[in-house]
């Protein structure tokens, strides 16, 4: 059973926004868990530097924080009851 301030707190606009923001930033946010993860840093004035390695890595990177600001999304919106 929910708690009244849960129910409250899907209603609230402001809570809204929130996600909406938050699913909007978390795909440019990718930089940070390629850092966090030890993995080589390139030398972004090199062209040469950027490898095909670096680029696979940074669109993985992107590709699971766009599917997971989506599953927020849903979850937040689209599981939400009706009125």
């Keep these: 059973m929910l708690s009244d301030g849960w129910i409250k707190l899907r209603r609230n606009s402001a809570a809204d926004l929130a996600i909406v923001m938050v699913?909007?930033?978390?795909?440019?946010v990718s930089p940070f868990p390629y850092v966090l993860m030890g993995w080589e840093q390139p030398d972004w004035q090199?062209?040469?530097?950027?490898t095909n390695d670096v680029k696979l890595k940074y669109g993985v990177l992107v590709l699971i924080l766009t599917l997971a600001a989506a599953a927020v999304a849903f979850f937040w919106f689209g599981m939400r009851a009706r009125r």
């Design 23 to 28: 699913t909007m930033i978390m795909p440019f």
């Design 46 to 50: 090199n062209a040469a530097a950027i």
